[in-house]
């Protein structure tokens, strides 16, 4: 099939203070390479935005290293539950679950609920989707993740609420919890999509809901695709990735979107960073933390902002 336009890709597998919890900055980049790698030749090779996206999710959910599928962090009582979205810019529908256990591949949830009329499903409905799909069980917890937990519950296994409440400084001091994977691509026949899979931010209250399966974290139109990681409350309050595409759909530039927006988020002391995508082919990125873990393929190559600490909030190519 003849190409249309240039396809582009983003990914990321979260933000943070340091590459150190994630393994460094050769694994971190070979990781994400590699998968920028197979996506994109997916793109290349005729394949949809929402097809590329699924397929970048499941590849980062496999990853043990990012905070998503195996290797999901715990919530405060020692259990992996993850969320997932997925919004087609062309078809202009969001779907997601949000806290399913148990699973493989949360993005295939999000994938099969494109075409349902109920489009977004919470724990139990999750759970009763998966099992009516047959999806075999998965546990998706890594001896790193019980340990990381472990330890830093160690003082707390006393204490008459442990297991239940969150402790959020512990949850925003902790580098374990940062490591949300997204993805967003323009196919060849310049169509949108984004994507986003989470295991949270770690230790948190049962029953708190991501921003991943949402569209303050995940949103996409034929203008525009944006995928954001961070603490979750921070991108739910900005409304970051809705804020950001709908800015692009209303005639601002990506670039100038994501400087406004990320400007903004900044003054509010956030700690978040987002991916982002136009039908033109603009890649952007923008963080108020330190380090952002994205790779992106721009049509010649492949770059990542691994190393980015110019001390602009976004960055574009
Ligand atoms: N945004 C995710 C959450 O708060 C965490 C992350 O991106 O690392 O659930």
């Known amino acids: 099939m003849a190409l249309q336009v240039q396809p582009k890709l983003i990914i990321h597998g979260g933000a943070g203070s340091s590459l150190q919890g994630k393994g460094g900055l050769v694994a971190v980049r070979s990781s994400l390479t590699e998968i920028v790698e197979e996506v994109y030749s997916l793109l290349l090779n005729g394949g949809s935005s929402a097809d590329a996206v699924v397929k970048g999710c499941q590849l980062l959910e496999d990853n043990p290293r990012f905070n998503a599928g195996?290797?999901?962090?715990?919530?405060?009582?020692?259990?992996?539950?993850?969320?997932?979205?997925?919004?087609?810019g062309n078809s202009g529908h969001f779907s997601g679950v949000i806290n399913v256990a148990r699973v493989k591949n949360p993005?295939?949830?999000?994938?099969?609920?494109?075409?349902?009329?109920?489009?977004?499903?919470?724990?139990?409905?999750?759970?009763?989707?998966?099992?009516?799909?047959?999806?075999?069980?998965?546990?998706?917890?890594?001896?790193?993740?019980?340990?990381?937990?472990?330890?830093?519950?160690?003082?707390?296994?006393?204490?008459t609420m442990a297991g239940v409440v969150a402790e959020p400084e512990m949850a925003k001091n902790s580098e374990a919890g940062r490591g949300t994977i997204g993805v967003v691509a323009l196919d060849g026949t310049g169509k949108l999509a984004a994507g986003t899979s989470t295991g949270g931010k770690g230790f948190e209250r049962i029953g708190r809901v991501s921003d991943s399966a949402m569209p303050a974290g995940n949103y996409a139109t034929q203008y525009a695709g944006v995928s954001c990681t961070g603490i979750g409350e921070d991108i739910i309050d900005e409304c970051l990735a809705a804020k950001i595409v709908i800015r692009v759909s209303d005639g601002m530039s990506l670039q100038e979107a994501m400087l406004k927006s990320f400007t903004e988020a900044n003054k509010n002391q956030r700690d978040l960073g987002a991916i982002a995508l136009d039908a033109n082919g603009v890649i952007s990125y923008g963080k108020t933390c330190e380090v952002l873990l994205a790779a992106y393929h721009n049509g010649d190559s492949i770059?990542?902002?691994?190393?980015w600490n110019d001390g602009k909030l976004i960055g574009y190519c």
Do not use: C
């Open 107 to 159: 993005i295939d949830m999000a994938l099969f609920l494109q075409s349902s009329s109920d489009r977004v499903l919470s724990d139990y409905g999750a759970a009763e989707l998966a099992r009516e799909l047959q999806i075999p069980t998965h546990n998706a917890l890594t001896d790193l993740r019980l340990h990381e937990w472990i330890q830093e519950r160690e003082e707390n296994f006393n204490k």
């Open 303 to 307: 770059g990542d902002t691994l190393e």
């Open 70 to 88: 195996t290797g999901s962090v715990l919530q405060s009582d020692g259990q992996i539950r993850m969320s997932a979205s997925l919004m087609d």
